[in-house]
C-alpha cells in the first residue's frame, strides 16, 4: 500500500509538472472539453432548480411532504370537539373556507364567484345559470338564477376566506410580500384581521371598496383590516382570517359550530401523533364515524421525482454527446503530447521507471486537466445562477432562496473526471508500451 501511494503521489506530482510545462495545449484540452462539462452541469443544477421550484408550489397548496391532513365534517360539536383539542398545540393546525364579498351591500362583486381579475365573470352567475346554496344541515344544492336575482354591479370584491385556527405556515409556507400574518397571540379582535394573497391586494389596490366584510349566517357585517399580504401560489382572490376573531360574529345554529361551514381542513405534523390520537377517540367518541375520518399523507417530493426525471435523462444524454466531444479533444492532445515525449518515457523506463507510474503520469494529466475545467465550468454556472437571482429574484420571489445545487458540481467533478479518465487511457497504454530501446534512437 505504500509503494502503490507513492507511486500515486509521484504520477501527480509529475502530471502537474508536466501541465505547467505545457499551458497552450492544457488550455486547448480545457477549451474543448469545457462546454460538455458545463452542459452535464447546467442540465443537473436546471434539474434540481426545477425541482425545488415545482416543490416549493406544491408546498403551498398541498402542504410540506410528510404533512397528515384530515378532513372533519362538521357533524354535531366535532367541529368545537377539534378546535378545543387543537389549540395551542404544536404540530397542528386546521383551516375553514368560506366565500366573503368586501365592500358596498346588495351589490354584484366585481368578480363574482371570486373569480381572478383577468377573467372576472370567469365564476359569475347570468341568467339560466345555478349557484350552490346550502342549508343550516350543511346540504347543498344549486339553485337556479333568474335576471331578478342578480343584484347590479357594485364596488364590492369576493374573496375565497380561510378561518384559520394555529399557524398553518408551518404546513404550507406561504411568502410574505409585505406587512406582517396573523398575530395568534391575545385576546380575538372585533374587527377581523385579514391577510391578502397577491390577487385579491392586486384587485383592492384596482378598485376602491368600502370596508365592510359581509358572509352567510353572521349577525352583523364585520369592518375587517387589511395586515398583510403574502404570496400563496393561489390565482384566486383569497384573504386569511383567525377563526376566533370570524367566530365573534358567527353565533353557533341549531347545535352546530358557529365555524362548521363545509367542514375543517385539519394538518398535522408527524411529531404530532399524540395530538392526532387523541383528536381521533375524541371524535369518535363523540359519534363521528371513524371511516369518516380519513388521514391522507402528503408527498410531493416523490412525484415531482417522477415528472422530472425521464426530462432530466433525456437532457442529460445530450450533454453526454456534447461531453465526448471534449473527451475526443483530450484524446487528439493526449496522443500528440506522448508522440513528442517519446524520447522522454523511454529514458524514464531505461532507469526503472515502471510501466504503472508511466501510464498513471499521462493519466494523472488528463485527470487534472478534467478537474481543472470541471471547476471553471462550476464557477461560471454558480456565477451566472447568482446573477440570475440577484437580477430576478424581486419579480419571481420564488428564486430568493436559490442557492447553487451541491447534485449539479458532484455531476461536473464527476463528468471532468470520467472526461479526464477516457480521454487520457489510449495515451496512457500508448506511453507504457513504449520500449526501452527508443531512447538509443534519440
Not at 363 to 385: D, F, K, N, P, Y
Not at 398 to 405: A, E, M, V
Not at 414 to 442: D, F, K, N, W
Request: glycine share 12%; hydrophobic share 45%; aromatic share 6%.
Amino acid at each position: 500500500m505504500i509503494r502503490l501511494s507513492g507511486r500515486f503521489r509521484s504520477a501527480l506530482i509529475i502530471g502537474g509538472q508536466g501541465i505547467r510545462a505545457r499551458k497552450t495545449r492544457t488550455f486547448l484540452s480545457m477549451v474543448s472539453l469545457f462546454l460538455g462539462v458545463l452542459a452535464v452541469v447546467a442540465v443537473q443544477g436546471a434539474a434540481e432548480t426545477a425541482k425545488t421550484l415545482r416543490l416549493a408550489d406544491l408546498e403551498l397548496h398541498a402542504g410540506k411532504d410528510g404533512t397528515r391532513q384530515m378532513y372533519i365534517p362538521p357533524f354535531g360539536d366535532a367541529i368545537d370537539t377539534t378546535i378545543a383539542t387543537i389549540s395551542g398545540r404544536p404540530g397542528a393546525a386546521a383551516m375553514v373556507g368560506y366565500q366573503a364579498i368586501i365592500g358596498e351591500p346588495k351589490v354584484t362583486p366585481i368578480n363574482p364567484g371570486g373569480a381572478p381579475f383577468d377573467n372576472p365573470g370567469g365564476y359569475g352567475y347570468g341568467p339560466g345559470q345555478y349557484e350552490v346554496q346550502c342549508d343550516a344541515s350543511g346540504i347543498c344544492r344549486p339553485v337556479p338564477l333568474s335576471p331578478a336575482d342578480i343584484a347590479p354591479k357594485g364596488q364590492a370584491i369576493e374573496v375565497q376566506l380561510y378561518a384559520m385556527v394555529g399557524d398553518v405556515r408551518q404546513f404550507r409556507p406561504y411568502r410574505p410580500v409585505s406587512g406582517s400574518w396573523l398575530d395568534l397571540t391575545g385576546p380575538p379582535s372585533y374587527s377581523p384581521r385579514l391577510v391578502l394573497n397577491k390577487e385579491a391586494a392586486r384587485g383592492f389596490s384596482q378598485n376602491q371598496v368600502p370596508a365592510e366584510m359581509r358572509l352567510e349566517g353572521v349577525t352583523a357585517n364585520p369592518t375587517p383590516r387589511i395586515v398583510g399580504v403574502v404570496d400563496d401560489g393561489n390565482s384566486q382572490p383569497t384573504a386569511y382570517v383567525r377563526a376566533d376573531e370570524l367566530r365573534n360574529w358567527m353565533p353557533p345554529q341549531s347545535g352546530r359550530s358557529a365555524l362548521g361551514g363545509m367542514g375543517l381542513q385539519l394538518m398535522f405534523s408527524p411529531s404530532a401523533g399524540d395530538t392526532e390520537r387523541l383528536l381521533i377517540r375524541k371524535l369518535t367518541g363523540a359519534g363521528i364515524p371513524a371511516d369518516a375520518l380519513h388521514v391522507e399523507v402528503v408527498n410531493a417530493r416523490e412525484s415531482i421525482e417522477q415528472e422530472l426525471s425521464i426530462i432530466r435523462w433525456i437532457f442529460l444524454g445530450m450533454a453526454a454527446l456534447v461531453l465526448l466531444i471534449g473527451v475526443a479533444g483530450i484524446l487528439n492532445v493526449g496522443l500528440a503530447t506522448v508522440g513528442e515525449r517519446v524520447e522522454e518515457f523511454a529514458l524514464r523506463r531505461a532507469v526503472g521507471t515502471p510501466r504503472s507510474l508511466l501510464a498513471g503520469i499521462v493519466l494523472a494529466e488528463t485527470l487534472l486537466t478534467g478537474l481543472l475545467t470541471a471547476a471553471a465550468a462550476i464557477g461560471l454556472s454558480a456565477l451566472v445562477l447568482d446573477l440570475t437571482v440577484r437580477i430576478l429574484g424581486s419579480r419571481v420571489p420564488q428564486l430568493t432562496d436559490i442557492t447553487f445545487p451541491w447534485q449539479a458540481g458532484v455531476a461536473g467533478v464527476i463528468a471532468g473526471l470520467v472526461a479526464g479518465l477516457l480521454g487520457g487511457s489510449i495515451p496512457a497504454l500508448r506511453a507504457a508500451r513504449i520500449p526501452i530501446a527508443t531512447v538509443m534512437r534519440a
